[in-house]
């Protein structure tokens, strides 16, 4: 009888647990396919039902591919491509001279983020454009955090932080020797908390919030 009455209680649970997922306008099923079909690379878009195709250069060859959501990513070995639902064209960063390609590209459901030694670059279903930021010399990527709609990257001089609503990054400056305890994304917005302070970013109004935290007795 207690396993039964248990499994009374949660299934409803369950149920509006997933009744409030799928109502839930920031997460997306995919709605983007990428493919690579000889030397085209194909964006099956099931949101516009549309494709978006581009040819690959000579020589060039693709790495790997990622899609989720809105948006989806191609890594050749010459440049980074992205794309977004109801988009007009392929945007690209290409690399810089010995710049590796990225090892890998965080996804969310409308943004992307790829690390290079040298620069951020970030993706935005919202505007549907690649932006960077320079990292500047000796400055550390500490953590990363990939929402739905929002990225952070925390360095050991700043966060910034990347929305689907605005273009750009938008930095806040760390303080000296001021480190991430802890980094988080959501949706709509990320926090990174450090010994000193509570900073969140909120993607609709792509701006930064600080809490002060009490000092350790």
């Known amino acids: 009888m207690p396993s039964r009455r248990l499994l009374l209680v949660t299934l409803p649970c369950l149920l509006l647990a997933a009744q409030a997922r799928a109502a839930d306008p920031a997460v997306?099923?995919?709605?983007?396919?990428?493919?690579v079909v000889g030397r085209q690379l194909l964006a099956i878009d099931s949101d516009s039902g549309g494709q978006r195709s581009l040819r690959l250069e000579?020589?060039?060859?693709?790495?790997y591919t990622?899609?989720?959501?809105?948006?989806?990513?191609?890594?050749?070995?010459?440049?980074?491509?992205?794309i977004a639902t109801r988009s007009g064209s392929w945007q690209e960063a290409r690399y810089r001279?010995?710049?590796?390609?990225?090892?890998?590209?965080?996804?969310?459901?409308?943004?992307?983020?790829a690390l290079f030694q040298t620069r951020a670059v970030g993706f935005d279903g919202g505007s549907r454009n690649i932006v960077e930021t320079v990292l500047g010399p000796r400055e550390r990527v500490l953590q990363t955090a990939v929402g739905q709609?929002?990225?952070?990257?925390?360095?050991?001089?700043?966060?910034?932080?990347?929305?689907s609503d605005?273009?750009?990054?938008?930095?806040?400056?760390?303080?000296?020797?001021?480190s991430p305890t802890s980094v988080s994304?959501?949706?709509?917005?990320?926090?990174?908390?450090?010994?000193?302070?509570?900073?969140?970013f909120r993607g609709p109004e792509?701006?930064?919030?600080?809490?002060?935290?009490?000092l350790n007795p």
């Open 28 to 35: 997306l099923n995919p709605l983007l396919e990428v493919q």
């Open 58 to 63: 000579r020589g060039e060859n693709v790495l």
């Open 66 to 82: 990622r899609s989720q959501g809105r948006v989806g990513v191609v890594v050749t070995d010459r440049r980074l491509l992205a």
């Open 97 to 113: 001279k010995d710049e590796p390609p990225p090892p890998d590209v965080q996804l969310g459901d409308r943004v992307a983020l």
């Open 149 to 163: 709609n929002v990225v952070v990257v925390v360095t050991d001089r700043r966060a910034l932080g990347l929305s």
């Open 166 to 178: 605005r273009g750009g990054f938008f930095e806040v400056r760390l303080n000296l020797g001021e």
């Open 185 to 200: 994304a959501f949706a709509n917005h990320v926090t990174v908390q450090t010994a000193q302070r509570l900073l969140t």
């Open 206 to 214: 792509a701006s930064w919030e600080e809490r002060r935290l009490p």
